[in-house]
C-alpha cells in the first residue's frame, strides 16, 4: 500500500489538490500506517489520437506529440471487447511480471482496468497469475478458492482483506475472483489462474500450520523447536484483531519474535527436502513469509528506522513475486499502487529503492511497469487523522497549471495509453521531466499527495483516465 509522502510544502499541496490545510505528517507515521495496523497502512487533438509508429512522427508541440504517442483506451469494462489493447500488447512484450499500478488506491476505475487487462492477458498472452499488494496468507486462501477449494468468497475477503487491505474488499475484486474461479472451471484442461499475496504486513495461521504440518511428516524431531519459536508470533485472533496487538508490543518483544521467525526460517533452510522437492520450496516460501513479516514488525517505526523499514517491504514484495514467477514458470500481472510498480522512487527519503527497481534489477526488460493519472474523479480513503475510521468518498477536482495532469489532460478526449520507451522525441523529453503528480494513498485529506515524478523513467506504459470514481466497498 502506498504511503503519502512526497516532499512537497503545504502551499503546494493547496494549489494542488484544491483542499484545505493539512496537519504535516512525520515520516515514522507514514510507515507506521503502512505496517500496523492499518497496514496501511483535452482540447487539442479532440477528433482523434494518433495512430502512426511514435518513434517516427516529429512534433515541437508535448501534446501532439503525445497524441502521435497515444492509443485509446475505449472501456474499463472488464467484459468490453479487447481490440482496442492490440498496441498494449507490443507494450508487454515478453514480459514475465507486468507492473501494473494505480493513482488511488480507492477508485473503480483503476480496480476495473485490472480486471480487463488480466482477462485479455489470459485469453490472449499467457499470463495465469495475479499478485497484488495484500499479505501472503490472504493470497494462499483467494488462490485455493479461484482454484475450486470449498469456502466462501465473501467470508474470506472479510476475514483477510481488512485494516488497510479493505480497501480492495470492494464488488470490483469479487467479481474478479469469481471471474478467475469460472475461468478455471470452464478450462480444466488449461493451466489454472492463480492468486499471489506478495506483501508483509501479516502472516496467517495457514502459513504457520504449512509449515508445521510439513515439518511433522518430514522432520519430527525438530517440530517441538519450530513451535517454540513460532509460539508468540502464531496469531490467535483475526487480522485486525492481531495488527492493533502487534502495535502496542513493546520494541524490544517484537525483536525477540523477529529473531525467532528467522531462526524457523534458518531451521527450515538447512534441512534436506523430505520427499517432493517443488513442496519443499513451496512450505520454504511460507517460512520465508513469515520472517518477512517479523522482520517488518522489528523495526522502530516511531524512531530512526522508517526508511529501512521501506526498504525491506519493497524488496520482499518484489522478491516474493520474483520467487512466484521462477517457481511456477507462470506469467504475472502484478497490481499494487504506482509507487510500488514504478522503476524510480518519488521521495527516496521515505522509499529508498521501490519494488519496481527491484523487479527490474532481477528482470531486465521482461519486467514493464504500467502507471496510471488521472484528471479528477472520487477515491474511498479514511480519515488522515483517525486510521481507524472507516473508508468513505473522497473527491479531487482538477490540477492546477504545471503538473503532468493539465497536459495529459489536453491530449484526447478519450482515456487513453502510451509507450514512454517510443513516443517520440519531444514526447519523451516531455515524459522525462519531473512534475507534480497526484499519488494517492489510504488516508485523506493528507499534505502529501503530490509527487515530483518523471513519467519516462518510472513506467514503461502510461495510461490516463479523465474521470474516476470510488469503489464499491462491501
Known amino acids: 500500500m502506498r504511503n503519502d509522502n512526497p516532499r512537497v510544502s503545504r502551499t503546494s499541496l493547496n494549489h494542488w489538490s484544491n483542499q484545505g490545510s493539512c496537519p504535516q505528517s512525520r515520516v515514522a507515521r507514514q510507515v507506521l500506517r503502512t505496517f500496523v495496523p492499518l497496514a496501511l497502512c483535452l482540447g487539442a487533438t479532440a477528433g482523434g489520437i494518433g495512430t502512426a509508429h511514435a518513434g517516427s512522427a516529429t512534433h515541437t508541440n508535448p501534446v501532439r506529440a503525445l497524441a502521435a504517442a497515444a492509443h485509446d483506451l475505449g472501456s474499463t469494462d472488464p467484459a468490453a471487447p479487447d481490440g482496442d489493447l492490440r498496441a498494449f500488447d507490443r507494450m508487454v512484450g515478453d514480459a514475465k511480471i507486468l507492473g501494473v499500478g494505480e493513482a488511488t488506491h480507492g477508485s473503480a476505475e483503476f480496480q476495473n482496468i485490472k480486471h480487463r487487462l488480466l482477462r485479455h492477458l489470459v485469453e490472449r498472452r499467457g499470463f495465469t497469475t495475479f499478485a497484488f499488494e495484500m499479505h501472503w496468507s490472504a493470497g494462499l486462501r483467494l488462490d485455493a478458492w479461484v482454484r475450486g477449494g470449498a469456502g466462501n468468497l465473501d467470508a474470506i475477503m472479510s476475514d483477510e ?41 501479516y502472516a496467517g495461521t495457514v502459513q504457520f500450520d504449512a509449515v508445521t504440518d510439513y515439518v511433522a511428516r518430514h522432520y519430527p524431531a525438530l517440530l517441538p523447536e519450530f513451535r517454540r519459536l513460532y509460539q508468540e508470533s502464531r496469531p490467535t485472533a483475526g487480522v485486525s484483531d492481531t495488527m492493533m496487538q502487534r502495535r502496542t508490543l513493546p520494541l524490544d518483544t517484537r525483536r525477540r519474535m523477529r529473531d525467532d521467525v528467522r531462526r524457523a526460517y534458518d531451521l527450515l533452510e538447512r534441512q534436506r527436502p523430505g520427499g517432493n522437492a517443488k513442496e519443499y520450496q513451496l512450505v520454504l516460501q511460507h517460512a520465508r513469509s513469515i520472517a518477512q513479516v517479523g522482520t517488518s514488525q522489528g523495526f522502530d517505526f ?46 527516496t527519503d521515505l522509499y529508498p529503492k521501490v519494488q519496481g527497481q527491484f523487479l527490474r534489477d532481477a528482470l531486465g526488460s521482461r519486467y514493464v511497469a504500467v ?64 512534475r507534480p503528480t497526484r499519488s494517492i494513498g489510504a488516508s485523506w485529506p493528507d499534505p502529501h499527495i503530490i509527487n515530483n515524478i518523471r513519467l519516462a523513467q518510472t513506467y514503461d506504459v502510461v495510461v490516463h483516465l479523465h474521470r474516476v470514481t470510488e469503489t464499491h466497498m462491501r
Do not use: C, I
Open 161 to 201: 482483506l481488512q485494516n488497510g487491505g479493505a480497501l480492495w474488499n470492494t464488488h470490483e475484486m469479487a467479481a474478479q475472483f469469481r471471474w478467475m474461479r469460472e475461468w478455471n472451471q470452464r478450462h480444466p484442461d488449461r493451466r489454472p489462474l492463480r492468486v499471489v499475496g506478495n506483501d508483509v504486513n
Open 302 to 347: 516511531m524512531g530512526s528506522e522508517g526508511a529501512k523499514a521501506q526498504l525491506h517491504r519493497d524488496e520482499s514484495m518484489a522478491a516474493n513475486t520474483v520467487w512466484w514467477q521462477r517457481h511456477t514458470g507462470e506469467r504475472v500481472l502484478l497490481s499494487a499502487h504506482n509507487t510500488h510498480v514504478g522503476t524510480e522512487p518519488d521521495n
Open 371 to 434: 502507471g496510471f493519472t488521472f484528471g479528477q474523479g472520487r477515491f474511498n480513503a479514511v480519515d488522515a487523522e483517525d486510521p481507524t475510521s472507516p473508508f468513505r468518498p473522497r473527491e479531487v477536482g482538477p490540477t492546477a497549471a504545471g503538473g503532468n495532469e493539465e497536459t495529459l489532460e489536453k491530449v484526447s478526449t478519450r482515456d487513453y495509453y502510451l509507450d514512454t520507451r517510443t513516443a517520440p522525441r519531444t514526447a519523451r523529453d516531455w515524459l522525462g521531466t519531473r
